[in-house]
């Protein structure tokens, strides 16, 4: 969705979705433990939400603001900064234990 502020409420296990234009309130989606930061795609079609005390993140469909998919693995611990390769094609994302994950698309 274009214009769409992404808001994560560590406390709360939320994401908030605000329409930037008027600030208005889209939609508030449970994530699990403790989002801490968010990547979107260039085309603006998915971002990928870090669950730093859930140790996954949550993929979401912009245009619907529905989690889609959840990316997890058994030695994947505190999540933590996520980025987007310039080709779209991989996200990687750093953990507490300063280990790098590369996930495909």
């Not at 989606?29 to 949550?58: C, L, M, Q, R």
């Not at 779209?88 to 495909?104: C, D, E, P, Q």
């Amino acid at each position: 969705m274009p214009n769409t502020l992404i808001v994560l409420n560590k406390d709360d296990d939320t994401v908030s979705f605000y329409n930037e234009a008027d600030m208005s309130l889209l939609k508030v989606v449970t994530v699990d433990k403790n989002p801490h930061e968010v990547a979107v795609t260039e085309d603006g079609k998915k971002a990928f939400v870090s669950n730093a005390g859930g140790n996954t993140i949550s993929v979401f469909d912009m245009t619907t603001l529905n989690v889609v998919d959840t990316i997890t693995h058994p030695d994947f611990e505190f999540p933590h900064e996520a980025k987007i390769t310039p080709d779209g094609r991989m996200i990687l994302a750093s953990t507490y234990a300063n280990k790098v994950w590369f996930f495909h698309l």
